[in-house]
């Protein structure tokens, strides 16, 4: 296909990647998700930000697959899109879960080159995406070290490479950067803006509001289980009444300053 032909298909391509209407979710008699809705444009970082038990990482397990019998329903680049079901469309989905997922007996490079298999990246591309992961969590040094030996940002680093392996269209990372070093944070950013210049497409949950409002294009919050407001920070702030403020202040103006966490 000519550079024409790729300019037509991509006007064609739905704007939004990922819609999620109505979607409920409970743990037994616990309301986690209780009606939120999301659209996710592609080529953007979203932010999804919320208190303690707002229900973002719920919200997220239902959008991976995770996590099946919610009620609503999801469309992924224009389709009707069911996660627990749809095997080739959750491949274009990636999850970098909140909680690190890796073999602490295995190296790196053994880490990657499972996942790669799991996540279905074809036999003869596998190597490539091995070197890709080692790049992309900055341990092509480390690469034959036992996950054991390695420091929380190192592990948090190889976590976000996991869930990115196979090349997903849309990356969703819960809290990549959780107790790691401005310099591992740097690197994380900058690894997320390559991939965003790539035309990728990245949900980014976080409850450092500086990295989110210097990262991302829009931010949706989350409360109670709910979505209750999406925009650019300036757009929130201006709907708040305080448009002046900054992510945090409007953050607190939306979410309320009571612990929510028991909620
Ligand atoms: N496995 C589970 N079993 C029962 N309740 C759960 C489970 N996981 C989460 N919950 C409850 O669901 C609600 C939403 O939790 P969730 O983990 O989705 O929130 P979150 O926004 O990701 O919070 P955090 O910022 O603390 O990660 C909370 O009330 C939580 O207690
Ligand atoms: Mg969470």
Known sequence: MGVRGLATVRAMAPATLLEVEDLTYSYGDRHAVRGANLQCHRGEILGLLGPNGAGKTTLLSCVAGLLGGFRGT????????RPAHDAAARLQLGLVPQELALYDDLSARENLAFFARMQGVPAERRPAAVRRGLELAGLVDRADD????????????LNL??????GPELLLLDEPTVGVDPQ?????????????????????????????????DRVAVMHDGRVVAVGTTAELAA??????????????????????DDA
């Open 184 to 216: 591992s944070r740097n690197h994380l950013f900058e690894s997320l803006q390559a991939l965003r210049a790539a035309g990728r497409t990245l949900v980014y949950t976080s409850h450092y509001m500086e990295e989110v409002q210097r990262l991302c």
């Open 239 to 260: 709907r708040a009444g305080t448009p002046e403020a900054n992510l945090e202040q409007v953050f607190l103006t939306l979410t309320g300053r009571s612990l929510r």
């Open 161 to 166: 490479a996991i869930g990115d392996l196979h």
């Open 146 to 157: 036992r996950v054991r030996t390695f420091s929380g940002g190192m592990k948090r680093r």
């Open 74 to 81: 999801m469309q992924f680049a224009g389709a009707p899109f």
